[in-house]
């Protein structure tokens, strides 16, 4: 993707799952590529896993402290420049996640890291992307911000629709401005927040869902596109799972 050369990309949640599978493909494309995450040595892992003509380059980033934001996106911007494409990976859920087992404190740290934590890492890329009148965001929610589902739980479902609603807003005001937002809607994927089920996953059943790359080469044919053309939304599930 001759297109993506050069590219500056800044990617929370970086260091597993989704967002290390986006990073591997987006760096691999020729972009240079930031992760952010809680754990350093998760990120320099990925980093050091990759063989790209511009390596990844780590920062520790937690979305649930602005100031943690405020030093990532700094060194971003420091070390390459202004993104071209942030990715909002960075996301959690709950093991006790109905209402009658789920506490007001769950609620709170789920919402401030799924949605507080992508409003803030938008608000911090934004105002560049709209100066140069360039840019795009790709917000990996769930399909649970499509269908408030029992498996993804209360707050996690609310954080995903909030995640739906902010990516849309944002999108139809910045439409005029050169600016994309697009919204990517997983279904089960193999990653470590799968450890956070109530009821353990089988190996079986983690082989058989979604690859973190599978979500990987969608959305790098996204940033692909040319600027003229923004893709929305996007579902990708498993071919077993249901979709209703």
């Not at 995450?37 to 003509?53: F, I, N």
């Not at 420091?78 to 859920?93: E, M, Q, R, Y």
């Not at 934004?126 to 589902?149: E, Q």
């Not at 959305?219 to 053309?229: D, G, N, S």
């Amino acid at each position: 993707m001759s297109s993506l050369k050069g590219k500056i990309v800044a990617i929370t949640g970086g260091g597993t799952g989704i967002g290390a599978g986006i990073a591997t493909a987006l760096a691999e494309s020729g972009c240079r590529v930031v992760i952010g995450g809680r754990r350093l040595e998760k990120l320099q892992a990925v980093a050091d896993a990759v063989k790209s003509e511009t390596p990844i380059h780590c920062h520790t980033l937690d979305v649930a402290d602005p100031a943690s934001i405020d030093a990532f996106f700094a060194d971003v911007k420091s070390h390459f420049g202004d993104p071209d494409i942030l990715v909002n990976s960075a996301g959690i859920n709950i093991q006790k996640r109905t209402m009658a087992e789920m506490v007001p404190e769950d609620w709170d740290r789920v919402m401030q890291i799924n949605a507080t934590g992508a409003y803030r890492c938008i608000h911090a890329v934004l105002p560049a992307m709209r100066a140069r009148r360039d840019g795009l965001v790709v917000n990996i929610s769930s399909v649970a911000g499509k269908r408030a589902i029992s498996l993804g739980g209360v707050v996690y479902c609310a954080s995903k629709f909030a995640m739906t609603a902010l990516g849309t807003a944002i999108s139809n005001e910045v439409r005029d401005e050169g600016v994309r937002i697009t919204n990517v809607y997983p279904g089960e994927v193999n990653t470590p927040i799968l450890e956070n089920r109530p009821t353990p996953v089988s190996q079986e059943h983690k082989d058989s869902i979604l690859q973190p790359e599978d979500i990987a080469s969608v959305v790098a044919t996204i940033c692909a596109l040319p600027p003229r053309a923004n893709v929305p939304e996007v579902v990708i599930k498993p071919t077993k799972q249901e979709w209703v």
